[in-house]
Nanobody, 129 residues
Framework: QVQLVESGGGLVQPGGSLRLSCAVS????????IGWFRQAPGKEREGVSC????????YHTDSVKGRFTISRDNAKNTVYLQMNILKPEDTAVYYC??????????????????????WGQGTQVTVSS
């Protein structure tokens, strides 16, 4: 049974930082592309960052480039999202997800939630003064 458990969310002031973690069990993380998504109230879920399984190449949506960094520790089956210079518009529930195909990269489709099969329960990030 595949499980993803996110942690590290919370309340932070604008300009602050948080580090989210996603512990994955039930599969070999090194074989899968992993994505971080977020969903704000009244908005669609959007792709934030992605880490390709094959070479660790990362992708970030434009609004977080230069501020967020995705990384993975395959030995620990854990994925991270380092978020710096947080803004109020980053407020959302953040989810990690496993791409539905083993040893396959999503290419330009990485931000599409439908491409991912397994999801965590989400962790709330609130950026407010």
């Amino acid at each position: 049974q595949v499980q993803l458990v996110e942690s590290g969310g919370g309340l932070v002031q604008p300009g602050g930082s948080l580090r989210l973690s996603c512990a994955v069990s039930g599969l070999t993380l090194a074989d899968y592309t992993i994505g971080w998504f977020r969903q704000a109230p009244g908005k669609e879920r959007e792709g934030v960052s992605c880490s390709r399984y094959s070479d660790g190449t990362t992708y970030h949506t434009d609004s977080v480039k230069g501020r967020f960094t995705i990384s993975r520790d395959n030995a620990k089956n854990t994925v991270y999202l380092q978020m710096n210079i947080l803004k109020p518009e980053d407020t959302a529930v953040y989810y990690c997800a496993v791409y539905r195909y083993r040893r396959l990269n999503p290419g330009t489709h990485w931000p599409e939630p439908a491409r991912y099969l397994y999801w965590g329960q989400g962790t709330q990030v609130t950026v407010s003064s």
